[in-house]
């Protein structure tokens, strides 16, 4: 064998490996990932039970019903179409109707998103560019905020 038939044995096994190892990165990676959906998307795709996903919008007002044992009740709007959520544990303390939502869950056989995280915006002015353009979508998105997905720098009290 030549010299140079064992470089290329030696460069073609090493981008086999390197392909190997890439393939199973991206394959743990798929799992992991969690999509983010409006409630529009929601109801028109009717994804399975098994599918973990993140559903933002607006707390609709006059949905937030509070339960026992921490139990929490609301739906989730876009301004096109609401989808019930359900959660149980404590909510941010910024979390109230008509404030920016993202929840992560399933949903159950019923059609109602049973998240294990809810977060709320942080800042009057930040929400996940994904909320933004769907809410832009619909019509309910009010310009003079800060650009979608940034957080605005302190403002003055």
């Known amino acids: 064998m030549t010299r140079k038939q064992r470089r290329l044995i030696l460069i073609g096994s090493s981008l086999g490996v390197l392909a190997i190892a890439a393939a199973l990165v991206l394959s743990a990676l798929r799992d992991s990932i969690v999509f983010f959906n409006s409630p529009t998307d929601i109801v028109e795709k009717k994804p399975s039970t098994a599918t973990r996903m993140r559903v933002g919008g607006l707390v609709k007002p006059g949905t937030l019903v509070r339960g026992d044992n921490l139990q929490i009740k609301f739906d989730v709007t876009d301004g096109n179409k609401d989808l019930a959520v359900r959660y149980q544990g404590i909510v941010p303390d910024l979390f109230r109707e008509g404030q920016g939502v993202v929840a992560e869950g399933k949903l159950d056989g019923g059609g109602i998103f049973v998240a294990d995280t809810v977060l709320a915006k942080h800042d009057d002015k930040y ?14 998105w009010q310009e003079g905020g800060a650009p979608p997905g940034e957080a605005s720098a302190s403002k003055p009290k």
């Open 127 to 140: 929400m996940p560019r994904e909320v933004v353009d769907a809410l832009k979508k619909t019509g309910h």
